[in-house]
């Protein structure tokens, strides 16, 4: 009986699930989302040719560096890398004297031994980069209510990542005319910026890179155009967001051969061990 019962319940469930499917199918149909701005206008990131990219993909450490260097120089007045440890640029090809310059030419949060009040001190390679705002309300006070996020996870936290990040610092354009004449309540609010990259079109950052040689590379890189310093920045973050991506890879590849030649030897094993059984 309790069975029964338990498949009547069960039956009814999963009817209702189906009536309600069914339902809301029909209402899609007959009477469909009215468009919006966002869902018309926003556009999907911009595909790069990364050097990371696929199962034997690899970082160019000369392009984390000047990835590197263009955050330290354009966003670091506004965004941390609060997650990342300055010997961890040791990755990038940094040597321990370029660290330890790097590290002490930032002040990182302390506590003072004799009175224990809060203070700060030169960095040191086992730091992590400091925070650049106290506090979320200093963040906003500073950035029109808008608190700019840490970047130590961006490349990770956000669908395709280094692609999105790349076209995000690209992105920045006029409204098109058609989005005003089909959407008139759409114009970008003052003091925000109109990027169709972004989910809802309209962001607090201005454009962060706006004109070549913003950024000064050394001898014999490539011209720092404002395309080419937002792929090595946002290589840079792909890099600062999962910085054993190398490791991963090479670990998977080993793995899936070791599987390979595994399953090869277990069905040898097999015809080997039943060749003389008769099945």
Not at 126 to 151: G, H, M, S, T
Request: aromatic letters at 10%; a neutral charge.
């Amino acid at each position: 009986m309790v069975r029964i019962l338990g498949g009547l319940v069960g039956l009814f469930f999963a009817g209702m699930l189906l009536l309600s499917f069914l339902w809301g199918g029909v209402a899609f149909v007959s009477a469909p989302p009215a468009p919006t701005a966002e869902s018309e206008f926003h556009e999907h990131p911009r595909q790069v040719a990364w050097s990371f990219n696929g199962p034997f993909g690899h970082y160019d450490k000369t392009q984390l560096q000047r990835g590197f260097q263009v955050y330290t120089e354009v966003c670091s007045a506004c965004h941390s890398l609060h997650q990342v440890a300055f010997r961890s640029l040791a990755d990038l090809g940094y040597n321990e004297a370029e660290i330890k310059a790097i590290a002490k030419a930032r002040q990182v949060p302390d506590v003072d031994p004799k009175t224990g009040e809060a203070t700060t001190r030169p960095g040191t390679p086992a730091d992590r980069f400091p925070l650049v705002y106290p506090n979320d309300v200093a963040a906003r006070a500073a950035n029109n209510n808008a608190v700019p996020p840490d970047l130590s996870l961006i490349a990770k936290s956000r669908h395709d990542g280094p692609n999105y990040v790349h076209s995000l610092l690209t992105g920045f354009q006029a409204q098109p005319a058609e989005l005003l004449k089909k959407f008139p309540d759409a114009k970008t609010p003052e003091g925000l910026h109109y990027n169709p990259y972004f989910a809802n079109l309209n962001l607090a950052m201005a454009p962060p890179l706006t004109a070549e040689g913003q950024v000064t590379y050394g001898e014999g890189q490539p011209k720092p155009t404002v395309d080419q310093m937002a792929q090595d920045v946002s290589a840079f973050l792909m890099w600062a967001a999962e910085p054993k991506m190398e490791a991963r890879k090479s670990t998977g590849v080993a793995v899936l051969i070791f599987l390979l030649f595994a399953t090869v030897l277990a069905y040898l094993s097999y015809q080997n061990i039943w060749a003389d059984k008769k099945h």
